[in-house]
Nanobody, 122 residues
């Protein structure tokens, strides 16, 4: 059973940078497509970034240019580097994984982490 555990969230100030991590167990990251999503209470979960099995990346237009998704195969960990944070980036951030990227693009990946809270103060 694949399990994902996020870390790195917290309280930051507007303009700061943050790196979120997602440790994967029960599977090898390079054998999955992985992604980051975020959700604000009462709103739909929002796709942010995807990294495919081949390593290609794709970003939501709303955040493109401010974040980078990457993974470390040796550490079996997914990362999200998020720069120039804004108060509207406040949300719970989730990592997700699926054997294929189609499910991620459809918002239905098989595996989810429990989420990590990011709060950006103005």
């Amino acid at each position: 059973q694949v399990q994902l555990v996020e870390s790195g969230g917290g309280l930051v100030q507007a303009g700061d940078s943050l790196r979120l991590s997602c440790t994967v167990s029960g599977g090898t990251v390079r054998n999955y497509a992985e992604a980051w999503f975020r959700q604000v209470p009462g709103e739909k979960r929002e796709f942010l970034a995807l990294i495919g099995r081949s390593g290609f990346t794709n970003y939501a237009d709303s955040v493109k240019g401010r974040l980078v998704i990457s993974r470390d195969n040796a550490e079996n960990t997914l990362f999200l580097q998020f720069d120039s944070l804004r108060p509207e980036d406040t949300a719970v951030y989730y990592c997700a994984a699926d054997p294929g990227d189609r499910a991620i693009r459809e918002g239905t990946p098989k595996y989810w982490g429990q989420g990590t809270q990011v709060t950006v103060s103005s």
